[in-house]
């Protein structure tokens, strides 16, 4: 290479992933003490490709589309900012192009929606069936927050297979289109058995793929609530659940280290309404009295206030501040 290009620092490869036998030829630059620095958008380049051809010697990143931060940061060149920044934050997502205002958020979402399910999935793992990886695509994306089974998605409109479910599910995991989340049990058996719930990587996908009696600022909310958690570091069905308590009700996080519970959090549009204030208050309660958390948090559209109930206190606090906290 030297040769061709003279001395250079760092050699940047983009989706090499692509090229068959790559590994090989990453493998003898760096023998010959090159500087290289490798991207790809699906996670196996990361993770076991990458690690089995430099094993020991390379450092992963994972990168995600913008934080909050970061868009604030380029807010002057869409000229929005305040709460109607945070909304299109909220409602379009951060990709890069979509959050700066570089292209129309639907119709590039949806571009690049397919492009992604076309070559990282369909092409990649020669999926013979692509009407069938969009169909199931769709139907988890829709119905992104909620709670599904890989059996109860094997009886929906799809029509595939329980093996087939789970499959085409990791690779949606490794494209970084959706992912997963477990409940938190103190068995690792119960935990895979039971329902899971799904999220979007990023909230853009979720408008531009859904329908639009689907969205609303609660899901909206929730999915960007698990997007930052992610971005933080907290590693899913690890540190990361949602929770069920003994009763039956939901607390949509539950952020651990080790062995300790170290939050519990709650997403909700508002708590105006009694019955949803009652509902989250007692899912707290709940929650934090079976698994000893003392951090609860309930992040709001807009509302931020301190409740206090005996040796309890539950931090409610608008989304836009938690994201820049």
């Not at 790809?40 to 089995?52: A, K």
């Not at 409940?183 to 979007?200: E, G, Q, V």
């Not at 979720?206 to 639009?212: G, M, T």
Request: aromatic share 10%; charged share 25%; proline share 2%.
């Amino acid at each position: 290479m030297d040769h061709v290009y003279g001395k250079v620092e760092c050699v940047f490869f983009d989706e090499i992933q692509n090229y068959s036998r790559w590994e090989s030829f990453i493998n003898k630059l760096h023998r010959r003490d090159h500087n290289l620095v490798i991207t790809g958008s699906n996670s196996r380049l990361l993770s076991r490709e990458l690690g089995s051809a430099l094993t020991g010697r390379h450092l992963s990143f994972e990168l995600l589309p913008f934080s909050y931060k970061e868009f604030l940061s380029g807010l002057h060149k869409n000229n929005t900012d305040g709460l109607e920044g945070f909304r299109r934050y909220l409602t379009w997502g951060d990709f890069p192009e979509v959050a700066l205002g570089g292209a129309e958020p639907h119709g590039y979402l949806r571009t690049l929606f397919d492009s992604v399910v076309l070559r990282d999935i369909v092409t990649r793992h020669h999926i013979r069936s692509s009407t069938a990886i969009h169909d199931l695509l769709n139907l988890l994306i829709n119905n992104a927050t909620s709670r599904f089974s890989a059996r109860s998605l094997e009886r929906s409109p799809v029509s595939l297979s329980i093996a087939t479910v789970q499959k085409f599910i990791a690779y949606f995991r490794e494209a970084y289109l959706v992912h997963d989340l477990h409940p938190y049990f103190f068995k690792t058996r119960a935990r895979l058995k039971a329902d899971r719930k799904i999220y979007a990587y990023d909230n853009g996908l979720i408008l531009a793929i859904s329908q639009p009696t689907t969205s609303n600022d609660s899901r909206l909310l929730e999915n960007l609530v698990f997007v930052e958690l992610v971005r933080r570091g907290c590693k899913l069905n690890l540190d990361l659940f949602y929770y069920q308590t003994h009763s039956g009700t939901e607390v949509d996080f539950l952020v651990r280290d080790g062995s300790k519970n170290l939050e519990l959090i709650q997403v909700t549009q508002n708590l105006s309404a009694l019955k949803t204030r009652e509902r989250e208050l007692c899912a707290l309660y709940q929650a934090s009295e079976e698994l000893n958390a003392s951090k609860l948090t309930i992040i709001t559209l807009d509302a931020e206030e301190t409740i206090k109930e005996d040796r309890i206190k539950i931090q409610v606090v608008p989304c836009q501040k938690w994201l820049t906290d």
